[in-house]
């Protein structure tokens, strides 16, 4: 490393900013793997310990509770991917724009 | 006897397989040689011809080692979504799955969701900080501030131990595949007594293409080899699924009642069924499948070859969507093999003897029912369409074994050669050559040991990839961006625990043990059909400890050195640009 890149590493580091950061977007990718994981695993733990739940009729057809609840995963983890990106495409990267145009100048 | 082994390990490798083909060699070998089907030859010959056009266009705009691993850095997030998707909807998702549905109704659901909710975890803890950290490859980012030779030796060996196995499970699969779709054609090609064999015929076949590809094109031509068979497969799975759909007036309702009124399992087939078993081993299963994407090395690089962090991201949601769609459509296309195929003899083996309500065992079905896909297609489209979704098929196991040599190509030449031997000192030019070189002898490797290993347990080979993947490269690749503690020695001593406990846990668990190398049942040491829970335990446990013992001035270094590489992570500043020439 560089003794001009360590001076910058070094602004990075103290600048509030980027903990603030740093701190939010851990805070929320943390948060959001633990549902995924939790739904996740929420639904094969139903499989194994209590799967006639999940044989039930929806509706009264034949149609059961599992299949919106399968499909409901599914969508959960499209949903759950889409607000990261949303969020972090546009505040996080404005945040970390700014941080580096600091540095920069 | 024989279906009810091919039942174990076609259940397991569907466990297990994300990307490659669950046993077909016994799907196959029941099956016999079907009659040549020219449409599908036609259309094959037409993608083989395209995507060689690209290859040598490919070859044209491939001028540095950037280019070669990373195609520039200049894909689009959409563009590598569809990549990501392409490499992650093999012919085991297509085939496996719906076939799994076919047998089983609703168990087929629930390995779709297992293998769709890794990517969430891919994104929010993986994708943007390796794309800020490495260049290449996910060795680059673990050996960021860790000392770069022993480092590299141990993600090579992962990389290389998780390419293989996956590479003789497709192709494997590919030439039974092929023997099967393309019948007497191989036999014809290779005038019978040149190479012997149709199944070596087809295997030496998916070699020559795909070392073709990958030395000449490198990322640029795997990756529109990959997007072109995502597009196709998409395409065609959404014709199939619309066809079924159309037949029940758009009712899934009206779909699942014929369903249970045809199927020998009945009302059984809409509830999870016996797939699942102890706790134990479903939680192992759920963490091989979540983490395991999250270390395969052919997925990492895809990371790389988009310009920034912004579309690291778009591309796994882009990924995650169209995996999440084909899985539906699988659901789908199962239940619809189910209501059009059970009641038709003409896709049910000689002597096979229907129930009283006119419905066959899935199991004797031609080619057993990971073929149920195929032969629905032809009860929907006739032999045009089936000659299409076979050629899907073969294009599907081509596009995913680029992909792989690439990985493995790159692991040698970037890790091995350039940073180990080279010591950093290799030009990029001698670099690529060695990378051509590797993915030569990685694709004659390749074709020997899928001859070789022409009646392996294909799911054996998967799950041990899997497993890797889960308890090497992933617990070193996490705990070096995450972990300011974690040392060289650390690295080393948990991922080295983590590769060979997985591969030890594999071989003494009963599906292997018992099943495939045919101890009596009770003697296999390791109860769980899974490592997972235990390996990934191992491996985070050994970087722990390995580094909270480490006292050497160079784990001090290392530590002090995590600061610059925190920013760089967080930030992306410093990060490799795209288009290094």
Same mark, same amino acid.
């Given at each position: 490393m560089s003794i001009d890149n360590q001076i910058m590493v070094d602004r990075i580091k103290n600048d509030p900013q980027f903990h603030d950061l740093v701190r939010k977007r851990t805070a929320f990718a943390w948060i959001l793997s633990l549902l995924m994981i939790a739904i996740y695993f929420g639904f094969v733990l139903t499989v194994a310990f209590n799967k006639e739940i999940l044989g039930k009729s929806l509706m009264g057809? @034949? #149609? #059961? @509770?599992g299949i919106p609840v399968g499909l409901g995963v599914i969508l959960s983890a499209l949903v759950l991917t889409g607000i990261y990106v949303a969020r972090a495409n546009a505040a996080f990267d404005e945040i970390t724009k700014n941080i580096i145009d600091k540095v920069n100048k | 006897m024989r279906s009810q082994s091919f039942a174990k390990t076609a259940i397991l490798g569907l466990a297990f397989a994300g990307l490659a083909i669950p046993a077909f060699a016994d799907a196959v070998a029941v099956a016999g040689t079907a009659a040549v089907n020219y449409e599908a030859i036609a259309m094959f010959g037409v993608f083989v011809l395209l995507t060689l056009g690209i290859t040598k266009w490919a070859a044209d705009h491939t001028k540095s080692a950037s280019d070669f691993? %990373? %195609?520039?850095?200049?894909?689009t997030g959409f563009q590598n979504g569809l990549a990501i998707a392409g490499d992650y909807m093999s012919a085991a998702s297509f085939l496996g799955i719906s076939g799994l549905v076919f047998a089983?109704?609703?168990?087929g659901l629930i390995y779709s969701v297992g293998w769709l909710v890794g990517w969430p975890i891919v994104l929010f803890l993986i994708a943007e900080r390796l794309r800020n950290l490495?260049?290449?490859?996910f060795a680059d980012v673990a050996a960021f501030r860790l000392d770069a030779t022993p480092i590299r030796i141990l993600s090579a060996v992962g990389t290389l131990v998780v390419v293989l196995f996956y590479l003789i499970a497709q192709m494997v699969g590919a030439g039974k595949l092929i023997q099967l779709l393309f019948g007497g054609f191989m036999g014809a090609i290779s005038g019978g %007594?040149?190479?012997?064999s149709e199944y070596l015929t087809a295997v030496v076949l998916v070699g020559i293409l795909m070392i073709t590809y990958v030395a000449f094109g490198g990322m640029i031509a795997t990756t529109w080899v990959q997007i072109i068979k995502a597009c196709m497969l998409l395409g065609g799975a959404t014709v199939m699924a619309f066809l079924v759909l159309a037949k029940f007036g758009f009712s899934p309702e009206a779909m699942f009642k014929k369903a249970t009124e045809v199927h020998p399992k009945g009302g059984a087939i809409m509830a999870p069924g016996a797939l699942i078993k102890d706790p134990i081993s479903t939680i192992s299963l759920g963490l091989a499948l979540m983490f395991g994407t999250a270390g395969l090395p052919h997925i990492l690089m895809r $990371?790389?070859?988009?310009?920034d962090a912004k579309a690291a991201r778009k591309s796994v949601l882009f990924a995650t969507g169209f995996i999440g769609y084909f899985y539906i459509l699988t659901f789908i296309i199962g239940f619809g093999a189910i209501t059009l195929l059970?009641?038709?003899?003409? $896709?049910?083996? %000689?002597?096979a003897v229907a129930a009283a309500n006119g419905s066959f065992d899935p199991k004797d079905m031609l080619g057993t029912g990971n073929m149920s896909a195929i032969h629905l297609s032809k009860a929907l489209g006739g032999s045009l369409f089936l000659g299409f979704i076979s050629a899907v098929a073969f294009a599907t196991i081509l596009a995913v074994v680029s992909g792989l040599t690439l990985a493995g190509a790159t692991a040698v030449?970037?890790?091995?050669?350039?940073?180990?031997?080279?010591k950093g000192r290799a030009s990029e030019k001698s670099e690529v050559h060695i990378s051509k070189i590797a993915t030569v002898l990685i694709g004659i490797a390749a074709i020997f040991l899928g001859y070789l290993f *022409?009646?392996?347990?294909v799911a054996f080979m998967v799950g041990l990839a899997f497993a890797i993947a889960a308890s090497c490269n992933f617990p070193v690749l996490l705990m070096s961006m995450f972990?300011?503690?974690?040392t060289t020695r650390g690295a080393l001593i948990g991922g080295f625990a983590g590769l060979i406990s997985a591969v030890v846990m594999v071989v003494l668990s009963p599906a292997v043990? *018992?099943?495939?190398?045919?101890? &009596?049942?009770?003697?296999?040491?390791? &109860?769980?059909?899974?490592p997972a829970l235990f390996s990934m335990t191992i491996a985070f446990l050994g970087i722990w400890l390995g580094s909270v013992t480490d006292r050497s001035a160079r784990a001090a270094r290392e530590r002090a050195a995590f600061e610059a590489q925190y920013v760089r992570s967080e930030t992306g500043f410093g990060a490799s640009v795209a288009g290094a020439h």
């Open positions: 057809g @034949v #149609t #059961t @509770v | 691993y %990373a %195609a520039g850095g200049g894909i089983n109704g609703y168990d490495g260049k290449y490859t %007594a040149l190479v012997g $990371f790389f070859t988009v310009p059970l009641q038709d003899p003409g $896709f049910f083996k %000689a002597g030449s970037h890790d091995l050669y350039a940073s180990v031997i080279a *022409e009646k392996i347990n972990w300011k503690g974690t043990w *018992e099943a495939t190398l045919g101890h &009596p049942a009770g003697s296999a040491l390791f &109860p769980y059909d899974n």
